[in-house]
Each structure stands twice: as C-alpha cells, then as structure tokens.
C-alpha cells in the first residue's frame, strides 16, 4: 500500500477535527450554552468597540473554555466507554476534568469583567 502524501494526510486529519467540533456542537448540552455565549459576548465586543488587545483576550479565553470543555467531553466519553458502571474513580476523573472547565471559565469570566466593566461604567 503506498504511503499518503503529507498534505492529504493533514487535509484528512482537519476534516475529522471539523467533525468532531460539530459533533460536539450539535450533541453537548454545555457546549451549546458555552457557544450562545460567546455569540453574545462577540456581539458585545462589536457594541462596545473593544480594543485589539481585548479581542485577542476575549478570543483567547472563549477558544480555552470551549477546547478544554472538548477535552472535558472526550474524558468523560472514555471514561463511560472503559468503565459503563458506577466507579468512584472513574467519578474522580470525570470530576478532575470538569474542574479543569471551572477554572478556565471562571478566569473567562474574570477577564470578561475586566473588559467590559469599565465600559459599563
């Protein structure tokens, strides 16, 4: 069997990471809402005419929280695969995981406060 070219090895590879992105837009229920609100805060920034620098933050922290909630999923999806009954450490894991979703949304909201409070003002 002959090798794939490099570059349709990469295009192959970007098109099962669309699918995956969609796949987890259209089936997770925390994605969807991560999602309306970056919606509304994108908005936000085009109403308040945030600053290059506030975009590349605001972009930044919605793209982590919304990667790492990815990252969160597929645990979780692995988790259930490998162990479908109750197993506290499973349970662990799948809270470890979530924790790491808490953290970065709670300094995407940390840095969304930054940005727009003073706008508010």
Same mark, same amino acid.
């Given at each position: 069997?002959?090798?794939?070219?490099?570059?349709?090895?990469?295009?192959?590879?970007?098109?099962?990471?669309?699918?995956?992105?969609?796949?987890?837009?259209?089936?997770?229920?925390? *994605?969807?809402?991560? +999602?309306? &609100?970056? !919606? #509304? @805060?994108?908005?936000? /920034?085009?109403?308040?005419? =945030?600053?290059?620098?506030?975009? *590349?933050?605001?972009? +930044?922290? &919605?793209? !982590? #929280? @919304?990667?790492?909630? /990815?990252?969160?999923?597929? =645990?979780?999806?692995?988790?259930?695969?490998?162990?479908?009954?109750?197993?506290?450490?499973?349970?662990?894991?799948?809270?470890?995981?979530?924790?790491?979703?808490?953290?970065?949304?709670?300094?995407?909201?940390?840095?969304?406060?930054?940005?727009?409070?003073?706008?508010?003002?």
């Amino acid at each position: 069997m002959p090798k794939e070219s490099f570059f349709k090895n990469r295009i192959r590879s970007i098109g099962y990471a669309l699918k995956g992105m969609f796949l987890l837009l259209r089936t997770e229920a925390s *994605i969807k809402i991560q +999602f309306f &609100i970056a !919606l #509304v @805060m994108t908005v936000a /920034g085009f109403y308040f005419e =945030i600053s290059a620098t506030e975009w *590349i933050l605001q972009l +930044f922290a &919605i793209g !982590l #929280v @919304m990667g790492i909630e /990815g990252v969160n999923t597929a =645990i979780e999806k692995l988790a259930d695969y490998v162990q479908p009954d109750h197993d506290p450490k499973i349970g662990l894991i799948k809270d470890i995981s979530a924790g790491a979703v808490m953290i970065v949304s709670i300094v995407a909201s940390i840095i969304g406060l930054i940005i727009y409070i003073p706008k508010l003002m």
